[in-house]
């Protein structure tokens, strides 16, 4: 399906925004579901979508895109290794892509996830469990596809030229795209029949990274290393 053209900024109407969805999956167990295994895969269109275009560094309206796709698959992982251990693990790659094919912002291509589990189950610790892990996130763009030298008529489209190259009707793509990130994080716990104490530990490493952003001139920093902790009683 062809998009539908883009209007001038601030001169468009709101539309009703809809979408389909069409998914299959398949899921398996072993070893007497010690191992518990996942894939999906995924079609999303959603009709209609409006994402905010800056056209300087602190200015900007939205624009209607027309149609956003994504596809994709999911897979997951929950291996029993002995008892007390458990690995659980995700991944995903897609593809989020407006109409015109851009990539769309702080949107990645690629994430996922990787949590080691252990409990003890008896003797003195018993109650006592520990859950590290991290989290990836790939590369996204910063800023929407359509942001600067741009036409006035058709925004999303260059007007002009570019060290003497025409390239009117040209489609603007991303002009910064943020790095990838990894963050670790630390769960502790220790539960009584009655009692549960839970300490957690989000960016164990206080790595420095930008979490999101709007343009380049909207950028936001992820939350440094902080620790946090609940208690919990059941009456």
Same mark, same amino acid.
């Given at each position: 399906?062809?998009?539908?053209?883009?209007?001038?900024?601030?001169?468009?109407?709101?539309?009703?925004?809809?979408?389909?969805?069409? %998914?299959?999956?398949?899921?398996?167990?072993?070893?007497?579901?010690?191992?518990?295994?996942?894939?999906?895969?995924?079609?999303?269109?959603?009709?209609?979508?409006?994402?905010?275009?800056?056209?300087?560094?602190?200015?900007?309206?939205?624009?209607?895109?027309?149609?956003?796709?994504?596809?994709?698959?999911?897979?997951?992982?929950?291996?029993?290794?002995?008892?007390?251990?458990?690995?659980?693990?995700?991944?995903?790659?897609?593809?989020?892509?407006?109409?015109?094919?851009?990539?769309?912002?702080?949107?990645?291509?690629?994430?996922?996830?990787?949590?080691?589990?252990?409990?003890?189950?008896?003797?003195?610790?018993?109650?006592?469990?520990?859950?590290?892990?991290?989290?990836?996130?790939?590369?996204?763009?910063?800023?929407?596809?359509?942001?600067?030298?741009?036409?006035?008529?058709?925004?999303?489209?260059?007007?002009?030229?570019?060290?003497?190259?025409?390239?009117?009707?040209?489609?603007?793509?991303?002009?910064?795209?943020?790095?990838?990130?990894?963050?670790?994080?630390?769960?502790?716990?220790?539960?009584?029949?009655?009692?549960?104490?839970?300490?957690?530990?989000?960016?164990?490493?206080? %790595?420095?990274?930008?979490?999101?952003?709007?343009?380049?001139?909207?950028?936001?920093?992820?939350?440094?290393?902080?620790?946090?902790?609940?208690?919990?009683?059941?009456?």
């Amino acid at each position: 399906m062809n998009p539908p053209p883009l209007n001038a900024l601030g001169s468009q109407n709101a539309l009703n925004a809809y979408g389909t969805q069409h %998914e299959l999956g398949v899921k398996t167990e072993l070893l007497d579901g010690a191992i518990n295994l996942t894939a999906d895969y995924f079609s999303i269109v959603e009709h209609n979508q409006s994402i905010w275009v800056a056209t300087g560094l602190a200015s900007g309206s939205f624009v209607n895109l027309g149609n956003v796709t994504s596809r994709g698959a999911e897979f997951g992982a929950n291996v029993a290794l002995a008892k007390s251990w458990n690995i659980i693990g995700s991944f995903s790659a897609y593809k989020a892509r407006d109409g015109f094919g851009r990539v769309l912002r702080t949107n990645p291509d690629t994430i996922g996830s990787l949590v080691v589990r252990y409990a003890a189950r008896s003797g003195t610790l018993k109650g006592f469990w520990v859950m590290p892990g991290i989290t990836y996130t790939g590369t996204r763009a910063g800023d929407g596809a359509g942001t600067y030298s741009v036409s006035s008529t058709t925004p999303g489209f260059i007007a002009g030229a570019v060290n003497g190259r025409a390239l009117d009707g040209a489609s603007v793509q991303p002009t910064f795209y943020l790095p990838s990130m990894t963050v670790g994080n630390l769960t502790l716990g220790y539960t009584l029949p009655k009692w549960s104490f839970t300490i957690q530990v989000q960016n164990i490493t206080n %790595e420095s990274y930008i979490a999101s952003s709007i343009s380049r001139a909207s950028l936001y920093p992820g939350a440094p290393r902080y620790v946090f902790g609940t208690v919990q009683y059941k009456f």
